[in-house]
């Protein structure tokens, strides 16, 4: 299959994020603004350390490539990088706050709701085109999270922050200007530090002590920020936002089963089924994407 390193790119990615909470729950006693900054800080630190260290010359190339752009691809790119890096800020504070503040559920529910958000961004903003078929796939999904919605408003006005700033996200960052992705991602990051960095001294809470908070901010850093959206932008030069806010789903339901299993959180026949419905639509979705068709048919 001609797009298989990128679809199992953004797999890989969304699996990932899916497992988030085993290392954001031990943290549930830190205001959810002190996560932000520190998740940041260090995010931004270690980007800014390779980025001198390792990729002196990618930044070279990338500046006299800039140069070269004309003057609306200029501002796309612009926009790729401020725009991600605030699109970035917002989901990760509404993701963190909901967490730990609200439930696992509803965190998972937001990702339910993001890939249709972002289908329906894409079809919209990039004109990307949608069958039948997969427009039935998103109604489908769409009923889904209606059915997760009853009798749960606030939590649904929650998930849809999280979905509305990640779909807003990939739509922005799909079109590919040239430029290198990590590179871009470091950028992002470092806006987002340096957005944040005003706030820290009126809003921060007290210095974390114990060193524990510092390993899972850490692994935060790496492992559930750099990583996995380095990935996700590898995948976005190969696939459609459509198609990787579809395979998003991979990340709500790992989440929805730790919630149910690993945290105890409770689950009625009514939210099961309406799992079982977006699956239903994931599969649909992917049924009728005619990449996949045709590549399936070539062989």
Same mark, same amino acid.
């Given at each position: 299959m001609k797009n298989t390193k990128h679809y199992l790119a953004a797999i890989t990615a969304f699996t990932i994020w899916g497992f988030f909470s085993l290392v954001l729950r031990p943290l549930q006693t830190y205001p959810s603004l002190d996560i932000l900054f520190y998740r940041v800080f260090v995010s931004g630190g270690l980007m800014l350390l390779v980025g001198i260290l390792l990729r002196r010359k990618v930044w070279t190339e990338n500046r006299q490539h800039f140069a070269a752009l004309s003057a609306a691809e200029k501002k796309g790119l612009l926009f790729q990088l401020f725009g991600g890096g605030l699109f970035l800020t917002a989901n990760w504070y509404f993701f963190i706050y909901v967490t730990n503040e609200v439930s696992i559920k509803a965190s998972a529910f937001a990702y339910l709701v993001c890939p249709v958000l972002t289908t329906v961004l894409a079809w919209a903003i990039l004109k990307e085109h949608l069958s039948r078929g997969q427009w039935v796939a998103v109604l489908l999904s769409a009923t889904?999270?209606?059915i997760? +919605?009853?009798g749960h408003l606030t939590d649904l006005l929650y998930s849809l922050l999280i979905a509305f700033s990640y779909a807003l996200y990939? $739509?922005? *960052?799909?079109?590919? @200007?040239g430029a290198d992705r990590f590179l871009l991602l470091s950028g992002q990051i470092l806006f987002s530090a340096l957005l944040l960095l005003p706030f820290y001294p009126v809003y921060h809470g007290? $210095?974390? $002590?114990?060193?524990r908070f510092y390993i899972l901010i850490a692994v935060i850093a790496v492992f559930l920020t750099i990583f996995p959206l380095w990935l996700n932008l590898y995948a976005l030069k190969g696939l459609r936002s459509s198609t990787v806010g579809i395979l998003l789903y991979i990340n709500p339901v790992l989440g929805f089963m730790l919630a149910l299993t690993v945290f105890g959180e409770k689950v009625d026949a009514l939210q099961l089924s +309406? @799992?079982?419905v977006i699956v239903l639509a994931v599969v649909l979705f992917n049924w009728f994407n005619p990449a996949i068709r045709a *590549? +399936?048919?070539a062989k």
């Open positions: 889904g999270c209606g997760l +919605a009853v990939l $739509v922005s *960052q799909r079109k590919n @200007y007290l $210095v974390p $002590v114990a060193g +309406a @799992y079982g *590549q +399936a048919a």
